[in-house]
């Protein structure tokens, strides 16, 4: 049997999304710690959206899924020398960072 | 299956290309041009397998062309993890696949997806001693991985800017910017951000135009109407190429923090219109994630906006979409099959020029070594094919899944639909469940083009109104929303 994978990034296939609900998983927080999934390059733009459906349909509806899993900066994989400048001017009266 | 070649691209055509250059694949000597996705030159040249996955080491490929997935990662220059389809191609560049051995086109370790044939538990193996843990984990490391470290030198720390502004727009799609024109209208000082070179978002993609009966060039004209109305606005600033990687909560409202290749720049804003759109998705299927295999979108960008035709014959699924991109490929001359199950007078046009039409069923598994070059169907639910169709590239329809990530961060309350994915919650308005964030268009579930501008138009207002009281302005919104019924 040839996989239907959820998650490009991480090779999350729809297998481990069972089992994972089969072992007693409910919650899409849960299936993501488990599984990995959305925590690739992408960032659950590809999966989050499937996996979500997958639990909707198993807990009998839309309004049984929770919110996503924290969304964490940044959205983009970001090389750090983008990050690594000094910013130029700080506008006043900013306090501590 | 014929080979991968370039198609005219009509005229009005958005998308800017140079002259034809040549750049090194490893160490062949290809051809592109300049400004084109990287991704869309190497289609071109015949291309298929761009990498290798990180567990079962599969074939990966490009499939949403608009830097939301990652199939498309390469090594350019020596900097690795590259989404090729959002780097441009010039002269003289160096591309190379990343992972597989001894190549990403000839994989061994692929032999790990046979031998697990349903699923593979890492959880638990390796784990007897911690001395066989450090040795597999060297391994895995090795083989999976995100490709070498960069041989290139680090380029210099990036510019680091910090400005104010009244109102940042994120996203110039359509809502975007009939947000921000509702907002210059309103005197307001606006900054555009748009992650895409090609600011446009869903105008830019001929199956998701205006109105459904002008083919690709008609929402490229209105687009163009459009840019010229925001170029003559006083306060508005658009960032094109800039994607927004964040917006953290501050004490005086929100920093936006946004950067591209140059610059990098931390805006603080009074004020936040969440215009993201919408990511590109395929639906669940065996072997989904097989080369060749597109987001409706992504195979729009590339056939109809880079002109480029890996293979035919192309199979498009899905609704109305779907039938706007299969109508606009048999007018180019594409060998083009369509699988939906609407009925109406453009599917019954598309018969009479023999165009395979298929209805009421579904893709239960796609076929191919390293590319797509068959699919299987059969009815819903079922696991037993009844047709097989040759398939050399498929747009799989599914709706969009809308970006609320940002909004997210913003702290706005999201939720979940079935039919597309979470969503920003929004009222009439514009309005999110947080006083300073407002949103708009496909990601707080606006259905199509023309209902993504008119939601932008009203969080414009909604915005404009919400940093000063405006009675006219008020009394202008709520005709507006009382027009709905």
Excluded at chain 2, 204 to 229: F, N, P
Excluded at chain 2, 296 to 307: F, H, K, N, P, S
Aim: charged share 25%.
């Amino acid at each position: 049997m040839a996989k239907t994978i959820v998650c490009r990034c991480e090779d999350v296939c729809i297998e481990d999304l069972k089992l994972g609900f089969e072992q007693g998983l409910r919650e899409l927080e849960e299936l993501k710690r488990h599984t990995g999934l959305a925590t690739g390059f992408c960032q659950g733009k590809c999966c989050i959206a499937h996996a979500a459906r997958f639990l909707a349909r198993l807990k009998g509806g839309d309004d049984m899924v929770a919110d996503p899993p924290r969304t964490r900066p940044l959205l983009h994989p970001t090389p750090v020398y983008r990050l690594a400048g000094e910013l130029e001017a700080e506008p006043e009266g900013d306090g501590e960072p | 299956m014929t080979r991968a070649r370039r198609i005219d691209r009509g005229p009005g055509c958005p998308f800017e290309r140079g002259a034809q250059v040549e750049f090194r694949f490893e160490g062949r000597t290809v051809q592109g041009y300049e400004g084109e996705p990287l991704a869309a030159a190497l289609l071109a040249n015949g291309v298929q397998v761009f990498g290798r996955s990180i567990k079962y080491h599969r074939p990966r490929g490009p499939s949403c062309m608009l830097g939301h997935c990652s199939g498309c990662l390469l090594r350019v220059d020596g900097v690795p993890n590259v989404r090729s389809c959002e780097h441009a191609c010039r002269s003289g560049i160096a591309v190379e696949r990343q992972r597989g051995w001894p190549s990403a086109r000839t994989d061994l370790f692929r032999t790990v997806d046979w031998v697990y044939g349903r699923r593979l538990d890492h959880h638990e193996m390796f784990t007897a001693s911690a001395a066989i843990n450090r040795l597999a984990m060297r391994f895995v490391r090795r083989m999976s991985g995100f490709g070498d470290p960069p041989s290139a030198d680090p380029p210099a720390a990036a510019r680091l800017e910090r400005f104010e502004a009244e109102v940042v727009v994120i996203g110039a799609g359509a809502a975007g910017m009939h947000a921000a024109l509702a907002l210059a209208g309103e005197h307001r000082k606006v900054t555009v951000f748009e992650a895409d070179p090609r600011p446009g978002g869903r105008l830019l993609d001929g199956a998701c135009r205006i109105g459904r009966d002008g083919g690709a060039e008609r929402g490229w004209a209105h687009l163009a109407g459009i840019e010229e109305q925001l170029r003559d606005c006083e306060g508005v600033e658009l960032r094109p190429g800039t994607p927004v990687l964040a917006v953290y909560q501050g004490e005086r409202g929100h920093e936006v923090l946004a950067s591209n290749r140059g610059e990098t720049c931390v805006v603080d804003a009074a004020r936040i219109v969440v215009a993201t759109g919408a990511h590109g998705q395929i639906p669940l299927f065996e072997n989904d994630d097989l080369p060749g295999i597109f987001s409706l979108r992504g195979l729009d960008r590339l056939l109809l906006g880079w002109g480029v035709l890996p293979a035919q014959p192309v199979l498009v699924a899905g609704g109305a979409p779907a039938v706007d991109l299969a109508v606009e490929l048999v007018e180019r001359g594409v060998e083009t099959g369509l699988l939906t199950d609407l009925e109406d007078a453009r599917i019954a046009e598309l018969e009479k020029r023999q165009v395979t039409v298929v209805r009421g069923q579904r893709i239960i598994r796609a076929l191919g070594a390293k590319w797509i070059d068959r699919v299987e169907l059969g009815p819903e639910g079922s696991q037993t094919p009844e047709l097989v169709l040759d398939c050399g590239l498929l747009a799989a329809g599914l709706a969009d899944a809308p970006a609320y990530e940002l909004a997210h961060h913003a702290g706005c309350r999201v939720e979940f639909h079935s039919e597309s994915g979470y969503r920003v919650v929004g009222d009439e308005r514009g309005r999110s469940s947080n006083a300073h964030v407002f949103t708009a268009g496909h990601c707080a579930g606006a259905p199509d083009v023309e209902r993504a501008i008119e939601s932008g138009t009203r969080a414009g207002m909604a915005c404009a109104l919400s940093l000063g009281e405006d009675p006219d302005l008020a009394r202008r919104l709520d005709a507006r929303c009382a027009a709905d019924g």
